[in-house]
């Protein structure tokens, strides 16, 4: 936990360093106790039973919740997202408004299969780079600086492959249909990149059919992995 103030929580996108959030963590602590969650897979949380289930990561932060004091807030970028939306869902009490950046419900259930296949191959055979390049390329580019965390390299990224890969299971194995992700009351704000790649931008455009009263906001010149945070933190700064 870093600052003072009421909690605020950030839940970490598909291999995205908890590095890369440290901007967003110094743009809050002036006003908020930010708690930066270490999903299973990434930094010292071990990936837990195989295969992984989305049920756990919604578990582990539902249990982040309930030791804080008093409703948080909450961040969620990407499949972070989708944890912190269904946290919210789950213990709505919890939550006092969460913030979705760029959350993929468009691509649940089978559509990421051949991608999971691709990635474990490349683990057993010891490449886990190849694993980083592919889910690049999946958010725009299949370059690091053009589409990835800032300042990061395929090498610097790989040791992060097996919270990827909990993340790829979890996500085949979520056939909900859209619809499952409507009812929550806690107030909300969508966000997406203005240079991010069609599944992104529909997966907001999805929850902005179900969420009308969502503030909505593209963020100038970012894609899926944000590099300018003040424009992040201004959600709740402003």
């Not at 839940?11 to 110094?26: D, N, Q, W």
């Not at 760029?102 to 649940?108: G, H, K, M, R, Y």
Request: proline content about 9%.
């Amino acid at each position: 936990m870093h600052g003072q103030g009421r909690p605020l929580v950030v839940v970490p996108g598909t291999l995205a360093p908890l590095e890369m959030y440290l901007p967003l963590v110094r743009l809050l602590i002036d006003q908020y106790t930010v708690v930066l969650v270490g999903r299973r897979g990434y930094g010292m949380t071990e990936p837990g039973p195989r295969p992984a289930r989305f049920e756990r990561q919604v578990e582990d932060l539902v249990a982040v919740l309930r030791e804080l004091p008093g409703p948080a807030l909450l961040f969620g970028h990407s499949f972070g997202g989708l944890v912190g939306l269904s946290a919210a869902l789950a213990d709505p009490a919890r939550i006092a408004g969460i913030a979705l950046y760029e959350p993929p419900i468009v691509l649940l259930g089978k559509v990421l299969g051949p991608m999971l296949r691709r990635c474990r191959s490349a683990v057993a055979g010891d490449r886990p780079q190849d694993a980083v390049r592919l889910a690049l390329a999946l958010s725009g580019s299949p370059t690091v600086r053009d589409a990835g965390p800032a300042d990061t390299t395929l090498a610097q990224l790989a040791h992060l492959v097996p919270g990827l890969i909990v993340d790829l299971e979890c996500t085949t194995g979520m056939t909900m249909p859209v619809r499952h992700w409507a009812g929550m009351a806690t107030p909300m704000t969508l966000l997406r990149g203005e240079r991010s790649t069609a599944e992104y931008v529909r997966s907001v455009e999805a929850l902005r059919t179900l969420y009308p009263d969502a503030r909505y906001e593209v963020v100038p010149g970012q894609a899926h992995f944000p590099k300018d945070m003040d424009r992040v933190a201004r959600v709740f700064t402003a």
